[in-house]
């Protein structure tokens, strides 16, 4: 049985907006930091990322550094002409309000103004990736919220729909008879949760 605590990312990773909600199979990249690479190749590599990123996927992204942005304004805009669903890295985002502006979903750790060029290079596509102690492949799917970022193994997603339908459907029974009057102790013991 999967245990709760491995697949919710770490509390720090969080949207850049309130408000924003993320869903979607999950395609990871991995990289790190490279400071002798020129511009270009730092760039091109970056640009490489971006034409490779499936539509209708988020992106997972484990940069192995938690001192530069792994997104911003123009890379958030190409990802959501390309149909890309949004994007979750354990590290840092910049461009924020232009990033806002355009409504595209990021969950990030940190902000900063430093980026990519001359720093950074993609060195994964597709492999699984580590975020905190949470193993994410490609094809596992993931939401997102104000609350955080929680990654369900592509294995057990149709069980984790059908059960979930079951306990959203106990809990409205539920709040009705709270809302009518129903003790709470009561409730726990009708429904079996609260």
């Not at 990871?28 to 499936?54: F, N, Q, Y």
């Not at 390309?82 to 502006?101: I, K, N, P």
């Not at 409504?103 to 993609?122: H, K, M, N, Q, Y």
């Amino acid at each position: 049985m999967l245990h709760r605590d491995n697949i919710v990312l770490p509390p720090e990773i969080k949207a850049i907006a309130p408000g924003t909600r993320l869903a979607g199979p999950a395609w990871t990249v991995s990289g790190h930091i490279d400071r002798k690479r020129t511009r270009d190749e730092t760039l091109l590599a970056w640009c490489t990322m971006l034409s490779k990123a499936p539509a209708g996927h988020v992106i997972v992204c484990q940069p192995h550094n938690h001192e530069i942005a792994l997104m911003g304004e123009l890379s958030a805009q190409t990802l959501q002409a390309r149909g890309v669903l949004g994007y979750v890295v354990d590290g840092g985002s910049r461009d924020t309000d232009l990033v806002l502006a355009q409504g595209f979903p990021v969950f990030c750790s940190f902000l900063t103004p430093a980026d990519i060029v001359e720093r950074w290079v993609p060195d994964s596509f597709g492999e699984p990736i580590t975020i905190g102690t949470v193993t994410i492949t490609s094809g596992d799917y993931l939401l997102g919220d104000r609350d955080g970022v929680v990654v369900i193994p592509k294995s057990i997603a149709q069980e984790v729909v059908t059960r979930t339908e079951k306990i959203v459907a106990t809990e409205t029974d539920m709040r009705r008879a709270l809302l009518g009057g129903m003790d709470p102790v009561e409730a726990y013991r009708t429904f079996g949760k609260f």
